[in-house]
């Protein structure tokens, strides 16, 4: 029964995510229930919810999950890599099918089409939405499995953080760090032909086409335009860009010094299957966010057109199941203005609620009542002056704290501050940018923050559990990731 789970929160994003999407993993959840051989999934989890604007799992399944992942590595070296190769397959031709429906004009698509479009949409995320939290239950486990051959190897905290920093290291690089490099140009031609050049507004509308998708969090914000990316052209230009070069060209030396590490410490090839390891779980984990945003982006036109038929505004649209927008769509209906109203409910907070392979939607009294039961009291903790994290990229800095914990507060983040949060995501390197260092609420050596954070060259502290509420905005402290700590000093 749901009433005995012990649940546990194993992600916090900005907030409730949208219907549409949770939609897709318990749809997924759902499907593999009934037929877990006709779908790939390595373990289907029996409770999962959306609550409080956290993601949550039972422990029962949190402990079998991750025990099911490290049977089958055990029974066979490899699986997991094999895994994460498929499943970044899998966002490749998610990717593909984004392009595909960018060349497609669905504003005078007749209800059976846009069905079949939305269809089409629904069956390339289903195999994603299976897997999207494997990295979570990896990252519990098998990022250590490495960092503990290389402690035994190398003496000294120090040396060991700036090994483990490159074999973490992606060598194939996310959009994140393609786009990265692309400000760097832009920031250059600027510095040589002036911002308000040709030059540089031929630069500026490439970045556009290629990036823009990365301004956008899943089915929320806005995709990145000529001014914004220009904005952060010019602060970059205002940095080091000789170093910010650098640090680039030291992602595409990332496999030769990996390669060198190997040689320089004659590693083992079971190691050297551990390290292939990381680095796909990192890549294709972190590839997530950035391939189902860029499918949301290049769905625009389907989903405005989807919004129009049905008779409900795009952020209602996102609020609906799957399977709603399939049942409005096959009889040709609009939305009554009772669900209309619902949909309303649902966007101020909902609850959704996936037990032995059902799902249900609380909003209203019933998702009073369902706080009243499950809400637990949270202590502050802004009494503490010192408390320690996972060191995810070496360094020091100090700095004032700047929290952002929804979307709207990414552009007030600072040069120089220490960003603060529970996790983060592409839609906030921005942000990222201009910190001087990163502390996380989660997240492991594999998470976006500490991958990201690498290729920033900034210190970067994760899973710290209490960030958020040991630490108010304004307040000055020293992030010691070389050694996990975090500190007030004023």
């Given at each position: 029964m749901?009433e005995?789970?012990?649940?546990?929160?194993?992600?916090?994003?900005?907030?409730?995510?949208?219907?549409?999407?949770?939609?897709?993993?318990?749809?997924?959840?759902?499907a593999?229930s009934?037929?877990?051989?006709?779908?790939?999934?390595e373990?289907?989890?029996?409770?999962?919810?959306?609550?409080?604007?956290?993601?949550w799992?039972?422990?029962?399944?949190?402990?079998?999950?991750?025990?099911?992942?490290q049977?089958?590595?055990?029974?066979?070296?490899?699986?997991?890599?094999?895994?994460?190769?498929?499943?970044?397959?899998d966002?490749?031709?998610?990717?593909?099918?984004?392009?595909?429906?960018?060349?497609?004009?669905?504003?005078?698509a007749?209800a059976?089409?846009?069905?079949?479009?939305?269809?089409d949409?629904?069956?390339?995320t289903q195999?994603?939405?299976?897997r999207?939290y494997?990295?979570?239950?990896?990252?519990?486990?098998?990022?250590?499995?490495?960092?503990?051959?290389?402690?035994?190897i190398?003496?000294?905290?120090?040396?060991q953080?700036?090994?483990?920093?490159?074999?973490?290291?992606?060598e194939?690089?996310s959009?994140?760090?393609k786009?990265?490099?692309?400000?760097?140009?832009?920031?250059?031609?600027?510095?040589?032909h002036?911002?308000?050049?040709?030059?540089?507004e031929?630069?500026?509308?490439?970045?556009?086409?290629?990036?823009?998708?990365?301004?956008?969090?899943f089915?929320?914000k806005?995709?990145?335009?000529?001014?914004?990316?220009?904005?952060?052209a010019?602060?970059?230009?205002e940095?080091?860009?000789?170093?910010e070069?650098?640090?680039?060209?030291?992602?595409?030396?990332?496999?030769?010094?990996?390669?060198?590490?190997?040689?320089?410490?004659?590693?083992?090839?079971?190691?050297?299957?551990?390290i292939?390891?990381?680095?796909?779980?990192?890549?294709?984990?972190?590839?997530?966010?950035?391939?189902?945003?860029?499918?949301?982006?290049?769905?625009?036109?389907?989903?405005?057109?989807?919004?129009?038929q049905l008779?409900?505004?795009?952020?209602?649209?996102?609020?609906?199941?799957?399977?709603?927008v399939?049942?409005?769509?096959?009889?040709?209906?609009?939305?009554?203005e009772?669900?209309?109203?619902?949909?309303?409910?649902?966007?101020?907070?909902n609850?959704?609620?996936?037990?032995?392979?059902?799902?249900?939607?609380?909003?209203?009294?019933?998702?009073?009542?369902?706080?009243?039961?499950?809400?637990?009291?949270?202590?502050?903790?802004?009494?503490?002056?010192?408390?320690?994290?996972?060191?995810?990229?070496?360094?020091?800095?100090?700095?004032?704290?700047r929290?952002?914990?929804?979307?709207?507060?990414?552009?007030?983040?600072?040069?120089?501050?220490?960003?603060?949060?529970?996790?983060?995501?592409?839609?906030?390197v921005?942000?990222?940018?201009?910190?001087a260092?990163?502390?996380?609420?989660?997240?492991?050596?594999?998470?976006?923050?500490?991958?990201v954070?690498?290729?920033?060259?900034?210190?970067?502290?994760?899973?710290?559990?209490?960030?958020?509420?040991?630490?108010?905005?304004?307040?000055?402290?020293?992030?010691?990731?070389?050694?996990?700590?975090v500190?007030?000093?004023?």
């Amino acid at each position: 029964m749901e009433e005995s789970v012990e649940w546990e929160e194993v992600a916090r994003r900005l907030g409730n995510f949208e219907v549409l999407l949770l939609g897709s993993v318990t749809e997924a959840f759902e499907a593999f229930s009934r037929n877990p051989r006709e779908f790939k999934c390595e373990y289907v989890p029996k409770y999962y919810r959306q609550f409080d604007g956290g993601r949550w799992f039972s422990r029962f399944d949190i402990e079998h999950w991750i025990s099911a992942l490290q049977q089958l590595e055990e029974e066979k070296p490899g699986s997991i890599l094999e895994i994460m190769l498929d499943y970044e397959n899998d966002l490749e031709r998610a990717r593909k099918l984004g392009d595909e429906a960018s060349a497609r004009d669905y504003s005078a698509a007749p209800a059976g089409a846009l069905l079949e479009a939305f269809n089409d949409f629904s069956r390339v995320t289903q195999p994603l939405a299976a897997r999207v939290y494997h990295y979570l239950m990896l990252n519990k486990f098998y990022p250590d499995l490495l960092t503990a051959e290389i402690a035994g190897i190398i003496p000294g905290v120090e040396k060991q953080n700036e090994v483990v920093k490159t074999l973490f290291a992606l060598e194939k690089p996310s959009f994140v760090a393609k786009e990265k490099e692309s400000l760097a140009g832009i920031a250059e031609a600027g510095l040589k032909h002036g911002f308000e050049s040709h030059e540089v507004e031929g630069l500026v509308s490439e970045h556009v086409r290629a990036y823009a998708f990365l301004g956008m969090y899943f089915y929320r914000k806005e995709p990145f335009d000529a001014k914004a990316v220009l904005e952060r052209a010019r602060q970059l230009a205002e940095k080091d860009l000789a170093k910010e070069k650098r640090e680039i060209q030291a992602l595409k030396e990332v496999d030769g010094k990996t390669q060198e590490i190997i040689r320089e410490l004659n590693l083992s090839q079971a190691t050297q299957l551990k390290i292939a390891t990381v680095k796909e779980i990192g890549f294709a984990a972190n590839g997530f966010d950035e391939s189902y945003t860029y499918l949301v982006f290049k769905h625009r036109s389907l989903f405005n057109a989807i919004a129009s038929q049905l008779g409900v505004s795009y952020l209602q649209l996102i609020e609906m199941f799957p399977a709603e927008v399939r049942s409005l769509l096959e009889r040709n209906a609009k939305a009554s203005e009772e669900f209309k109203k619902e949909l309303e409910e649902r966007k101020k907070d909902n609850a959704i609620v996936f037990a032995n392979g059902s799902v249900r939607l609380l909003v209203g009294k019933e998702l009073a009542e369902y706080y009243a039961k499950e809400k637990k009291h949270v202590e502050e903790l802004t009494h503490l002056t010192e408390f320690k994290g996972q060191p995810a990229s070496p360094g020091k800095a100090v700095g004032r704290v700047r929290k952002i914990l929804s979307l709207h507060q990414i552009a007030d983040m600072r040069k120089g501050e220490i960003l603060v949060a529970t996790a983060t995501m592409p839609a906030f390197v921005p942000a990222m940018e201009k910190a001087a260092a990163i502390v996380t609420n989660e997240g492991g050596l594999l998470s976006h923050a500490a991958i990201v954070s690498r290729e920033l060259g900034i210190p970067c502290v994760v899973g710290t559990k209490i960030a958020t509420r040991a630490l108010n905005d304004g307040d000055l402290i020293e992030v010691d990731a070389t050694n996990g700590f975090v500190r007030k000093v004023g």
